[in-house]
Every structure is written in C-alpha cells, then in structure tokens.
C-alpha cells in the first residue's frame, strides 16, 4: 500500500524567512513524487516533480529514499507562495494515479 | 490557462438522486482522471480513462462510474447520491496513461441534502 502524509496542516512564516514543507510518503516500490499547488481561487497545479530536479519559483525538493521523504523548501519566503500545497504520489509502475496528501496551508505574512 | 474545464461549478441534490458532472480535457490529452476531494482533504483517486476504456479504479462503489467520449469530453455518474458524498470533484487530463503531468479543472462542487 502507498501513504502521503503531511503532518503540518498549517504553516505561517514572515517574508524573507525559509520555508519547509515536510512530506513523508510509505510505498514499497519507486515511486515518482511531485508536489501541486493550489492558490487562492485557482485550480491545483504542478509545482514541480522529483525526476525533473528543477527549481520552480525558488522551491526545491529533494527525494530522500532513505528517510522516505520528499521535502518541499524555499530559503526566502515570499507572500505570493501563500497557497495549498499538496505532495503526491504516483507508483512508477502504471496508471496517472496520483496518492495525494492532506495538505498543507502556507501563509507568508508580510 | 490549462485548458480543462468542467461543469457545472456548483450543484445542488438531494439524496439518493442521480448527479451527471462533465469535463472537457486539454485537446491531444487521452487520459482523464477523476478525483474526489472532500473537506480538509487531499483529491482521492475514483477513476481513469484512457481511450474510452476504463483504466484504473480507486476504492469507490460501483454506483460511482463515468464514461469517456471522442473529441476530450468525459463524465462522472453517480446514482443513490448519499450525504457523504458532498465534496470537490476535480477531473485531470494528461497526454498519455503515465504522462508526467496531469493538468487539472477548477472543480465541481457538489452539495448532496
């Protein structure tokens, strides 16, 4: 079986502070991670995906097998990164299927 | 703009009424998912199509099933609608079956009273 969690249902920061936001995921095979966001009164989006290793708006996250994570960070905050973030999962095997997480608030206070 | 709509925005029904939702994919995409997001949720996975055949289920009843047509068009059917069954429900489009990116409609919301 495969599990998202992100355990921060919210998370404030001031701008200019970094900004971690934890995912851990449990899936016994190799699996690809992205993560999507959601601002407000706007449809979820990719923010960027493991395999790419890409920097996107300053985020960067970085596939840890070993500790089964896939963290998303930015060093400085900005308060256009207030929005949903969600982590997901996709088993490398087959399908689009997406296992998301719960997600996580972001609010950047100026 | 990503190109993937759905209708309607909101919706109304009562229990055990029959709801029918519509998305319209991103042209060139043959795969659709569907996804159902309740409150203070992540999107759980129902289904997904590609080229018209079912591909794929997630933990849902039958009573939840959809259908995927030429030209993009796609929908989600579900009969005997229960309370719980109020939440967002957001249809994917991508180009291929394990497409890297899924590009999302902005949601049906969907209120069963």
Redesign the interface.
């Known amino acids: 079986a495969q599990r ?1 969690t ?1 355990p921060e ?1 919210l998370l404030s920061v001031f701008k200019g502070a970094p900004v971690e936001l934890k995912c851990n995921y449990s899936y016994s095979g190799s699996p ?1 991670l992205f993560w999507y966001v959601q601002y407000s009164r706007q ?4 923010l960027l ?1 493991h ?1 790419s290793r890409e920097s996107i708006k300053g985020f960067t996250a970085d596939l840890n097998k070993g500790e089964t994570s896939f963290h998303l960070k930015k060093p400085f905050a900005q308060e256009e990164d207030s929005a949903m973030y ?1 982590c ?1 999962l996709r088993r490398g095997s ?10 996580t608030q972001l609010t950047v206070w100026p | 703009e ?1 190109g ?1 709509t759905q209708s309607p925005t909101h919706l109304i029904k009562t229990r055990g009424q029959q709801v029918t939702l519509r998305c319209s994919s991103q042209s060139g995409h043959n ?1 659709v ?1 569907w ?1 159902q997001q309740a409150l ?6 129902i289904f ?1 199509y590609y080229r018209e055949e079912e ?2 289920r ?1 933990n849902f009843p039958p009573r939840f099933s959809g259908l995927q047509f030429p030209k993009y068009s796609s929908e989600l059917n579900v009969n005997a609608l229960e309370l719980d069954d109020s939440a967002l429900y ?1 249809c ?1 489009s ?1 180009r ?12 049906t919301r969907l209120t069963v009273v």
Do not use: H
């Open positions: 998202v992100q249902k690809e449809r979820l989006q990719l995906r395999i969600y997901a087959t399908l689009g299927r997406l296992y998301f997480g719960r997600g | 990503t993937v795969t998912s996804y203070g949720q992540g999107p759980q996975f997904q591909n794929g997630g957001l994917a991508s291929g079956q394990t497409d890297t990116e899924a590009f999302f409609g902005q949601g």
